[in-house]
């Protein structure tokens, strides 16, 4: 265990240390500050809109503007978790820095396991703090609160949780450029499979919306953020119900348990193909 | 007790390329061997397996009786790559903590002090090492990789960026090291530093040992060179019990006689014999 918590606190000083936790500050505060200038133009003239009838307008703006903040939690939360995680192994033996420390009696089931921790404990808190920080902008401009506070903030940690495992997997293969290129790939057909279910949705597809949610699923931070965008308007119905579940950037659609189990088999599953694949590799 | 380590068939093939050929070698205790061979020849993959870094694909290796690579086996042992580096961002301090931590060693700080101290860096205690000049990282390298008392330090080319001083300090090192009790095998392409540190020395060659023996059996005689008033003379064919016959005839035959000396081939010449000749 002293191992574990050893690299995975290298991990978060080299984080500190080379001004990551700066600049992801800095860039976080000039999105909150751009989604609280959007925020507030939205609510000042919802008062002006006349919606079709049956939408109700300030619940539309509200859940709409959160949910897209949601995207831009999870999108800012999977390229944190990319860059702290996409040269772990090929990489940084690449680079001559991995041996030093695999030589050591701490097995390397070891260091890949407290170098996922390391990057859970960034990106977890970030993502959290992101999203509850986009929500209280919107309530405090808007007087409109998601019907679930806490679960889609935790949905998205553990969507974020995922990307971070598929990364640490892929760079027992790839080198770093290889490995980032093809987790934001995944990332990106999570987006395509959200937007598929859109449309399937809309041309009242089965076909369609069945094909999007297997592969929302087969990649599961896209299955969690779909549930976490239902989750925010679970008690929302009629038209707007309607309109909302076509959510921004991939369709709200619900997961419930099944998903979350889902969610830990599949994380396990990365981990032991990631373990099993480092054990194996020559460096 | 078993030997630092022991290599038995060692074979290691990288798809069609054999880079070691059934590697048999053994480093006993308190032994400083030296590892030569030109490019190409398999020493950093034999370094390598022995660290468990690469897994070999057939035959054994096994550091202080525990198989190369095994928890035990890493516990036990000490490695400076040829090619390394250390994150910059840490100080040298720092550096020899985290090494301290994932060994297990409880030697806490008075360790990181004796060990910078060893390798002439305790004023570089606090310095980042990105702000170091590469031959002081290649000494904290060497400090890095003797936390927690490794009874077996693997050295991979550790003079490489090193000075002349530099170069003394880690042969005055590893002198000291030996009379700790610690064996080193020392991979290095400084033939003359090889020569003036190791007890035996070892030349692969195509993943084949081809020459091992101490520098003393390695070296064979080539005459004997005689320097009278006439100049130097040298007579091949003779051996050391033909050089008192040679001066007395030199002096009988009123030659004045200033020196004499055995001559014995140098390692560069065993070297060089061993691996094919100078285009290796």
């Known amino acids: 265990m002293t191992a574990i918590w050893t690299i995975a606190g290298y991990g978060l000083r080299e984080a500190l240390r080379r001004k990551v936790f700066v600049v992801v500050c800095f860039l976080t505060i000039a999105f909150l500050a751009l989604y609280w200038l959007g925020a507030r133009y939205a609510f000042h003239h919802v008062a002006n809109v006349a919606p079709p009838e049956g939408v109700d307008a300030r619940t539309f703006a509200g859940a709409f503007l959160f949910g897209m903040a949601m995207f831009g939690t999870l999108f800012l939360g999977v390229v944190l978790a990319i860059f702290l995680t996409l040269g772990t192994v090929r990489g940084d033996a690449e680079r001559a820095l991995l041996q030093p420390l695999v030589v050591r009696p701490i097995g390397r089931s070891t260091l890949l396991i407290a170098r996922f921790l390391g990057a859970g404990a960034v990106c977890v808190p970030y993502v959290l703090i992101l999203y509850f920080a986009a929500m209280v902008l919107t309530g405090l401009e808007g007087s409109w609160w998601p019907d679930r506070i806490v679960t889609p903030g935790l949905e998205l940690a553990a969507g974020v949780l995922i990307v971070a495992a598929l990364s640490l997997l892929g760079s027992v293969f790839l080198s770093s450029i290889a490995n980032g290129i093809a987790i934001f790939m995944l990332f990106g057909a999570g987006l395509v499979a959200g937007l598929l279910g859109n449309i399937g949705h809309v041309l009242n597809s089965p076909g369609l919306v069945h094909a999007a949610k297997i592969a929302a699923w087969a990649i599961p931070f896209e299955a969690l953020y779909q549930d976490a965008l239902r989750a925010i308007t679970e008690k929302t119905s009629g038209l707007t119900g309607f309109l909302l579940r076509l959510g921004p950037f991939g369709g709200a659609e619900q997961g419930g348990v099944a998903l979350r189990l889902w969610a830990v088999a599949y994380l396990v599953l990365v981990g032991l193909v990631a373990v099993a694949g480092f054990a194996r590799r020559d460096l | ?280």
């Open chain 2, 1 to 280: 007790m078993s030997a630092a380590l022991a290599v038995s068939g060692l074979v290691k093939r990288y798809g069609a390329v054999e880079a070691l050929g059934g590697v048999d070698l053994e480093v006993g205790d308190c032994e400083l061997v030296g590892l030569l061979g030109p490019n190409g020849a398999g020493k950093s993959t034999l370094v390598k397996i022995a660290c468990g870094l690469v897994r070999p694909t057939a035959g054994r290796a096994e550091v202080c009786g525990a198989r190369a690579g095994s928890r035990e086996a890493r516990a036990a042992l000490g490695y400076l790559a040829e090619l390394f580096r250390f994150p910059g961002w840490m100080t040298a301090d720092e550096l020899l903590e985290l090494h301290q931590r994932l060994a297990g060693s409880r030697g806490g700080e008075r360790e990181r002090v004796e060990l910078l101290e060893l390798v002439s860096l305790h004023d570089a205690r606090r310095r980042p090492i990105e702000a170091m000049s590469k031959g002081m990282q290649q000494r904290l390298g060497i400090a890095q990789a003797l936390v927690g008392s490794p009874r077996l330090l693997v050295l991979d080319e550790p003079t490489s960026a090193l000075d002349p001083v530099g170069r003394r300090t880690v042969r005055t090192l590893l002198e000291e090291l030996q009379r700790r009790g610690v064996s080193v095998l020392l991979n290095s392409h400084l033939l003359s530093e090889i020569e003036l540190v190791c007890d035996r020395v070892v030349i692969l060659l195509d993943g084949r040992v081809v020459t091992a023996g101490t520098p003393a059996e390695l070296a064979r005689p080539r005459g004997v060179e005689i320097e009278t008033d006439a100049g130097k003379r040298t007579y091949p064919e003779a051996g050391r019990d033909d050089m008192p016959r040679l001066v007395a005839e030199l002096v009988r035959d009123g030659k004045s006689v200033y020196g004499a000396s055995l001559l014995t081939s140098t390692l560069e010449d065993v070297y060089v014999e061993a691996v094919g000749g100078e285009g290796s």
